[in-house]
């Protein structure tokens, strides 16, 4: 996809890109929410493939985090007795289990702006949606799927996910913190990113 000559792409991470995605992380959530350096490692180690990078013309500008949780470490961080920080590798599924997967969690979405610009381009977060199905099927079998949980980070991050028919489910963090964990049906959250896409679409062509 383009924007002007702009070519837009999300690929896989590389070992290599994790400090750059922790460093993103920090600007954008702050260190306290941002999830430790160690932890980042774990996770990528046990599967990879939820970890993606989103470029405009070769420069990096976004990143997505998808984890794909066992049920009964789910069940903890839905009554909010653990938090992002406590997953650990052994909490994941493994790329060879994606055919168990049941329920993803969107650690963290962050778009920022190409150099010299001052917002996102549209047409990176439309980017973002033409690319959802396959980076669902890579982390696992879509037509298993069940739910799609994720925190809110800012007002701006809550507006993003109850946009998107995200409901909130349960406290991640004491109340005087303003994190809250959302959840989304998958088939509900598929079918509202798809008219969002092609609304999206048809404004980048006017």
């Not at 420069?59 to 406590?86: A, H, M, N, Y």
């Not at 150099?115 to 982390?139: M, Y």
Request: net charge positive; aromatic share 8%; proline share 6%.
């Amino acid at each position: 996809m383009s924007e002007g000559g702009a070519a837009c792409q999300v690929r896989p991470a590389t070992p290599d890109e994790l400090d750059w995605i922790f460093r993103l992380e920090v600007d954008a959530y702050s260190a306290e929410y941002a999830v430790a350096r160690r932890t980042l490692d774990e996770w990528y180690c046990a599967n990879p493939e939820g970890f993606s990078v989103l470029t405009m013309n070769g420069e990096k500008i976004g990143q997505i985090t998808i984890l794909p949780l066992r049920p009964v470490l789910l069940e903890s961080f839905i009554r909010g007795t653990i938090l992002e920080q406590d997953i650990h590798a052994t909490s994941l599924h493994t790329p060879a289990e994606r055919g168990l997967v049941r329920n993803l969690h969107v650690e963290s979405i962050i778009v920022r702006s190409p150099s010299g610009r001052s917002t996102p381009p549209l047409k990176a977060l439309v980017c973002l949606g033409r690319n959802f199905p396959h980076l669902i099927q890579r982390v696992c079998e879509p037509a298993n799927l069940e739910n799609v949980y994720a925190l809110s980070a800012s007002g701006q991050g809550e507006s993003f996910i109850t946009g998107l028919g995200f409901r909130r489910v349960a406290s991640a963090q004491d109340k005087s913190r303003p994190r809250g964990l959302y959840v989304a049906e998958f088939g509900a959250l598929k079918a509202n990113i798809y008219g969002l896409y092609n609304r999206r679409v048809r404004k980048t062509k006017t």
